[in-house]
């Protein structure tokens, strides 16, 4: 069996500005860039980029994972990583994917790292949000996500209607984070089937992402049949387990899917193939590497036109390549 050269480097790097959602302030990203070669020095990079919040492994539990392997591991080891670690299956196996391209093209994996997908802009949480689609809108964007469930629900919705009023022909996305009460989603998705019954206004609810928390399904597929707008799941359907779990479970409506953290891409590309998912791609913010990886992915998946949810740099570095060339000498 080959054996490929494995090396990994931890990285922490600032969001600016911080994230804001229903699970909290969230500053800091930390993540770990692998690195495979082969025996003629080419190069596959991979990244780990948990969010143990969201249903992930720890950023702890990743690094052990990392120290325990060997200077030089095999496709066996790659492809047996546990499923407890997913966000690891997936830093290992694109890791893995990206070597392997580089061996079957000799090209350079840059040119093959474009997505004719279109992406959705993340609104700043509350009334900010008024203020910032016009910029995303004149730079092409017109998928807008909005994170609700921040500030108290009459504030959210007066802003709502403001915005809803504000909007032209674009999509909207809801996100709620799983911080709504049964009673708020119930408003929320009630206000949402009033603005799609609005013909005047040519802004379109696409969907709200995770009303309730992960534990509250059965609410969610009630909710989900009782109005016009769509629920889409996504805490829900952290890791591919989950998603099966739901898909057993009879959802059919949309699932949000991170495939940084949802685990092996082998196995997520099986499941898609054998079933008709209605999905959403999204990233986890992390660095160029993942979402390359991602995008690919979701490139690969994607059975619709939604917008990805992969944001633009959301770091404080701009150049990419900079940073990970830097990370990597820097120790
Ligand atoms: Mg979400």
Redesign the pocket.
């Known amino acids: 069996m080959t054996k490929n050269k494995f090396q990994f480097r931890p990285y922490r790097r600032r969001f600016k500005p911080p994230l804001q959602t229903n699970h909290g302030i969230w500053d800091v990203r930390e993540g770990i860039i692998l690195r495979l070669s082969d025996e003629i020095g080419r190069v596959g990079y991979g990244e780990i980029a948990p969010i143990s919040w969201f249903g992930s492994e720890t950023i702890e539990q990743a690094l052990d994972f990392c120290h325990q392997l060997a200077d030089e591991i095999t496709q066996e080891t790659i492809f047996s990583i546990s499923d407890r670690l997913p966000a690891c299956q997936f830093g290992f196996e694109s890791a893995w994917a990206d070597l392997k391209a580089l061996e079957a093209r000799g090209e350079n994996p840059q040119a093959t790292r474009h997505s004719p997908l279109s992406y959705g802009g993340l609104l700043p949480a509350g009334e900010a949000a008024l203020h910032a689609w016009q910029k995303l809108w004149d730079r092409g964007y017109r998928t807008f996500k909005w994170k609700i469930g921040v500030y108290p629900i009459a504030v959210e919705l007066r802003i709502f209607d403001l915005l809803t009023q504000a909007l032209p022909a674009a999509f909207l996305r809801l996100?709620a984070?799983a911080g709504l009460s049964y009673d708020d989603a119930n408003l929320w998705l009630y206000n949402c089937d009033r603005i799609w019954a609005n013909a005047e206004l040519p802004v379109q609810i696409e969907f709200i992402?995770?009303p309730l928390p992960v534990e509250q399904f059965d609410q969610m597929q009630e909710l989900s049949s009782c109005y016009a707008t769509a629920i889409a799941l996504?805490e829900s359907v952290a890791t591919l387990a989950q998603l099966k779990a739901c898909y057993q479970q009879g959802w059919r409506r949309i699932f949000?899917i991170k495939p940084s953290i949802a685990g092996s891409p082998k196995r997520l590309r099986q499941f898609f193939q054998a079933n008709k998912i209605d999905a959403v791609f999204s990233s986890v913010f992390e660095t160029a590497v993942g979402r390359q990886a991602a995008l690919k992915l979701a490139a690969e998946l994607s059975q619709n036109h939604r917008a990805l949810g992969f944001g633009v740099n959301q770091f404080e570095e701009q150049d990419e390549q900079t940073w990970l060339e830097h990370l990597w000498k820097a120790h």
């Open positions: 996100d984070n992402e995770q996504d949000v």
